[in-house]
């Protein structure tokens, strides 16, 4: 079936600091690959996506590349602001077997921006 | 509002009730799905709706959990007989287009946090 690996946390930074949280996935298939995010008290939003190889999704500064060979949909932002703080979530949808129709998220990676 | 709704947001059951989760979707929406998020977790498929025909519902833990969506729009999700383990946010998502495509944008509710005593 499929799965989602991603960095656990906390992980704690400071604002302008480089982020990276690394994610890969198990799937047969072509998934697409999705990084939501959850800012306190607020509900899931999908922050970018990719729907096959060597895409690149990016909204607000964030970045994901689409590494088939690799398996990989690493999140990256160049200079983080505190209200980036949040739990940031990989996930993947795709066709193989039972529970097909909905995502298939990691653990999330709750991230942690000091001023 | 133009955000997928769900009521109550927090329910406290005694172990052996029976509660009832709603979930209002965005308007048009074909496809719903429910999800459970157990503490310090990832959210886990449950059981996806295209209109109101259950497609799948491969991720329901037991025959405790029934869901159903009669009129294409609203939709339920029963837990009988509570039990502790039952405890989670229990989380709604919609969107607009139906199973075939597989990257559309899933747009999640607040979710109702369940806590069984």
């Known amino acids: 079936g499929n799965s989602v690996t991603q960095m656990e946390g906390p992980v704690t930074l400071s604002e302008e600091a480089f982020l990276t949280i690394n994610c890969t996935y198990t799937a047969t298939g072509y998934p697409s690959l999705f990084w939501y995010v959850q800012y306190p008290g607020e509900g899931l939003q999908l922050l970018l996506k990719a729907t096959k190889a060597d895409d690149k999704g990016s909204n607000k500064g964030f970045e994901a590349t689409y590494r088939k060979e690799t398996t990989s949909f690493h999140l990256e932002k160049g200079s983080v602001q505190v209200s980036d703080s949040a739990v940031y979530f990989c996930?993947?949808?795709?066709?193989?077997?039972?529970?097909?129709?909905?995502?298939?998220f990691g653990k999330g990676t709750h991230l942690i921006i000091q001023p | 509002g133009a955000g997928v709704s769900q009521s109550p947001r927090y329910k406290v059951a005694k172990r052996g009730q029976d509660v009832a989760l709603r979930c209002d979707p965005i308007?048009?929406?074909?496809?719903l799905f429910w999800y459970q998020q157990a503490l310090g977790q990832g959210p886990e498929f449950l059981t996806y709706?295209?209109?109101?025909?259950?497609?799948?519902k491969s991720g329901l833990p037991s025959d405790r959990f029934f869901a159903e969506r009669p009129e294409g729009s609203v939709s339920t999700l029963k837990i009988q007989r509570t039990q502790q383990e039952d405890s989670a946010v229990y989380l709604c998502?919609?969107?607009?287009?139906?199973?075939?495509?597989?990257?559309?944008?899933?747009?999640f509710g607040p979710g109702t946090r369940l806590t069984v005593l």
């Open positions: 998502a919609s969107s607009f287009s139906g199973r075939a495509i597989i990257d559309n944008e899933q747009f």
């Open positions: 308007s048009g929406h074909v496809s």
């Open positions: 996930a993947l949808s795709g066709y193989s077997g039972g529970g097909a129709d909905g995502l298939t």
């Open positions: 709706f295209q209109n109101e025909a259950q497609l799948d």
